[in-house]
């Protein structure tokens, strides 16, 4: 139930609007949207794990949990420096492809986002794995999906006023509408 309902009904891009800024930037070619997709999958699952044990047994033990915030914001930006790194290494193309958006995981709200809504839901340790790689797979499909629609459109008669941003956010709003219906099922 925790993964359908994270890939579908909470889907952070379309149904929580998480991500924007990359879904926007990095769905033009499906090479980079699944490129990014699997970084923030990454950089999800790590610093999700990372602060929930960092949430569950320093922070609750000390009694600072109104520290989480930052706490959770130094964890994603070192982990997504390491990827930064990693990638600049392994796949220079991905890396150059990525371009500005991938240093912009760091400030990627979805990625803060599902670090607190973790610990927000109460999910024990397993439960948290399964929602943020659920969360993850859920951004990297509508990613995707929404590349696939994207290259299409650039060979398809729209008219001038519509061409490139305007007609993806159209696109974006239905693909919206849709999965904010699945909100009714559980």
Known sequence: MIAFSAFIIENIILTQFLGICPFMGVSTKRSSALGMGMAVIFVMLISSSVTWLLYTFVLET???EYMRTIVFILVIASLVQMVETFLKKVSPALYKALGIYLPLITTNCAV???AILNISKGYNFVEMIVYTTFIGLGFLFVMYIFSM???K???SPVP????GAPIALVIAAILAIIFSRFGGII
């Open 112 to 114: 803060l986002g599902v």
């Open 62 to 64: 000390f009694n600072i």
């Open 149 to 151: 629609m994207r290259e």
């Open 153 to 155: 459109l650039d060979y």
């Open 160 to 163: 001038k006023a519509f061409k």
